[in-house]
């Protein structure tokens, strides 16, 4: 499997090729680790996509649970906002529960949340994903939801959370 994502290069852009890694990589069920990844990148002998892979390595995250997720992470990290953390944990005071966010900004309470076509289509997920949502904004949170039509202009949604970032107080370079 490592080689087949080291083959993977020649074929997929680089942020699909991170998501294919960060699928391989996710803490919930990974099917390999970083470092056979890194040996079958050193041990990898084709040139068609040789150049990529070190750098998509360096870009995997196993906090990653989705493709959208790792597609917008890749995007946000490429741009000058600041990078997100990947599913982060957020204890909630008013109800006495713990969530994690897609991706989340915790400095300026800013989180970013993937709605898959699952989270509308399951009764008992759609209930949920609103009350966790509105249970974080009651704390202070910012929430922002996407869905898998806005991955496809990932530069809208950048703009998206820049505005919302720089509503928290960002700025450039801070």
Not at 60 to 85: F, M, W
Request: charged share 30%; proline share 5%; aromatic share 8%.
């Amino acid at each position: 499997m490592e080689r087949t994502w080291c083959d993977l290069a020649a074929k997929l852009s680089f942020a699909d090729l991170v998501a294919a890694g960060d699928y391989l990589l996710c803490w919930e069920d990974p099917k390999t680790t970083v470092e056979r990844l890194k040996d079958a990148v050193d041990q990898y002998t084709s040139q068609r996509g040789r150049a990529v892979l070190p750098v998509a390595l360096a870009a995997l995250c196993p906090r990653s649970r989705s493709r959208p997720e790792s597609l917008l992470r890749v995007a946000l990290v490429a741009s000058p906002l600041p990078d997100p953390i990947p599913n982060f944990g957020v204890h909630l005071v008013l109800s006495r529960r713990n969530i994690e966010i897609d991706l989340a900004y915790p400095k300026y309470k800013v989180g970013l949340e993937y709605q898959g076509d699952h989270h509308r289509e399951e009764v008992g997920q759609w209930r949920r994903d609103v009350k966790r949502g509105n249970d974080a904004v009651d704390e202070g949170w910012s929430m922002l939801y996407f869905t898998g039509d806005d991955t496809k202009d990932l530069a809208e949604l950048l703009t998206r959370v820049e505005r919302r970032l720089r509503q928290r107080g960002w700025r450039d370079g801070c």
